[in-house]
């Protein structure tokens, strides 16, 4: 189903507006500059609401705002430079934008790449669509409740997914792009990352009567490496000063490619370069972005890994099981990537190797293999093969629509973290799995739903109704 042709047209007359804005006639270089100063404002501004949780007892409440900050920060800052990266430089007609202009601007990437990502669930006809001309709204209707446990998870994946790492199935050796390997952007990113901390400075929080330094996110300068590996990594870490059409919609994560340049110089923020070196989730998702072929080829590594780590928790597991992969089933044909036979039942795995998903557009396309996976292990389970399966990732545990399918079909979504709890019972280990996807025990309202979310759009409001759409009468 295509985006109805008139907010095609209001999509052009809201990029015509923000392409027109006054800040992009001062120089590109203090755009860039004023724009990352900003951003590192607003991480830090993440970083001490975070800081007061831990240190003064708040709720789990104030924790998910501040990972809720930060997450949108970063988003509008990666908008807003890939604005200036392509509007900039038409000739410079103006002294350099105030903070207050900048943050607007950053702001306002926030809302757009929320209204992209409604763009595109329009497309496919996932949310239905209502414009209303006189008040100058465009809605977006979601179709209410997928499940009874559509808050709850929506709720809990907003504070964990952003704190859990998927679990590194990569080698160094593995050649993730033709230009680097793993290994390559790992030392890179850890020489990066202890030159940031070096560079960094602190602030000091207090807590009632204890004291406590954070570091601070810091703005630093790099100096570009010379030899190769570490300048190819480097040069694909940067934001390309050159932005085109199809490019700026394949950027959507600020920590996949952390560094810009600024005039003569390269910065970065001090708290990026080092989430880029703790986890390897960034790494990953730009040698796909890169070279999609050679990460083609690392993703049967990893796959291959992963059966290897189930082989050594049920071989480890306190209870005895055989333990079988790529199991081929004929009559019809299927393939059972894990099965496993001991005292309490025999259980199926269905593996998934899945990238980190960035925004709710890379979700939907990682909710298409998990649907896949769990139509799967339900037939696996349906012929006999097993009395208990579970569709395994690597670290994505699924949103509210994939739990949707999952619950209907009694095939949980687990993860690697949860091998243990599995090998020791697949039965009881249904209920933990859920819980740590962000279904509660108890049985919440079934008329509950997610506010309603409205953003103001250059001249247009747009809203998010976790609704059916209102019909004619």
Known sequence: MAVPHRLREIENEIDATIEQM???????????????????????????MAARFATSGGSLNDLGNALGHEDRIRAGALWALKWASEYCDVGETRAAPSDDELLEVILLGQIYETFVDALKYANLGLVTVQVDEANRTISFYEGGPVTRFDADIVHHQRIAAPMT???????????????????DYRCLASKLSDFAAHEENTFLLKAGESEMRIPRPTLVTLVRPDSVPDCLVFHDLL????????????????????????????????????????????????????????????????????IGMCRDAFKHSSCSWSFDAHVHLKDPPQEVDVLAKGRTGSVVLQLKSTLRPETPWEVYKRNEDI???VKHTKSLIDRGVASQG????????????????????????ATLYDLEVITADPALAVSEVKKRAGITVTVPDVSASILDRAWRLSNWCMRLVDAQPPTDE
């Open 22 to 48: 006054p800040v992009w006639r001062a120089s590109k270089t203090d755009v860039l500059k004023g724009l990352m100063r900003v951003y590192r404002d607003g991480v830090e501004l993440a970083l001490i």
């Open 165 to 183: 790492p998927h679990v590194s199935l990569t080698e160094d050796g593995d050649h993730l792009t033709s230009r680097w390997t793993a290994g």
């Open 239 to 306: 934001i390309p000063t050159v932005i085109g059409t199809d490019l700026k919609w394949k950027l959507v994560s600020l920590l996949d490619t952390p560094i810009v340049r600024v005039g003569d110089r390269f910065c970065a923020l001090s708290s990026d370069l080092k989430a880029i070196a703790r986890m390897d989730d960034y790494m990953l998702r730009l040698a796909a972005r890169v070279v999609q072929l050679k990460y083609s080829t690392a993703t049967t590594l990893r796959e291959e890994r992963m």
């Open 371 to 373: 649907l896949d996976g």
């Open 390 to 413: 579970f569709v395994m990732t690597d670290g994505y545990r699924g949103d509210c629509d994939c739990w949707a399918q999952a619950l209907e079909s009694g095939i949980p979504i």
